[in-house]
């Protein structure tokens, strides 16, 4: 099992950037697939970004692209999610999660573990 641990959320101006951050507990996080999702409020939770293992490859929403970097530290069991230019839509819960089934990063529930979620708000 692996227990995950947002932080870095905040209230920041259109434009401006924040850095997300995900712990892992656990000597495993190597092992697991990490993404970042988003609900805001009255709308499901959507997918922002996905980083494989060894974090050679990465995946991004097209509403992010450009906009949002995810990287991790596997020595460090840290994700993080790099957040620039940021408009009043990234308005959201955001949530880090640990798959280590195979499937589509983009699905929601191909992920086994959650973090409790952090909070951005993005004035006009």
């Known amino acids: 099992q692996v227990q995950l641990v947002e932080s870095g959320g905040g209230l920041v101006q259109a434009g401006g950037s924040l850095r997300l951050s995900c712990a892992a507990s656990?000597?495993?996080?190597?092992?697991?697939?990490m993404g970042w999702f988003r609900q805001a409020p009255g709308k499901e939770r959507e997918f922002v970004a996905a980083?494989?293992?060894?974090?050679?490859?990465?995946y991004y929403a097209d509403s992010v692209k450009g906009r949002f970097t995810i990287s991790r530290d596997n020595a460090q069991n840290t994700v993080y999610l790099q957040m620039n230019s940021l408009r009043p839509e990234d308005t959201a819960v955001y949530y880090c999660?640990?798959?280590?089934?195979?499937?589509?990063?983009?699905?929601?529930?191909?992920?086994?573990?959650w973090g409790q979620g952090t909070q951005v708000t993005v004035s006009s």
């Open positions: 656990g000597r495993t996080f190597s092992s697991y697939r």
């Open positions: 999660a640990a798959a280590q089934k195979m499937g589509s990063l983009d699905y929601s529930r191909l992920y086994e573990y």
């Open positions: 980083i494989r293992r060894n974090g050679g490859s990465t």
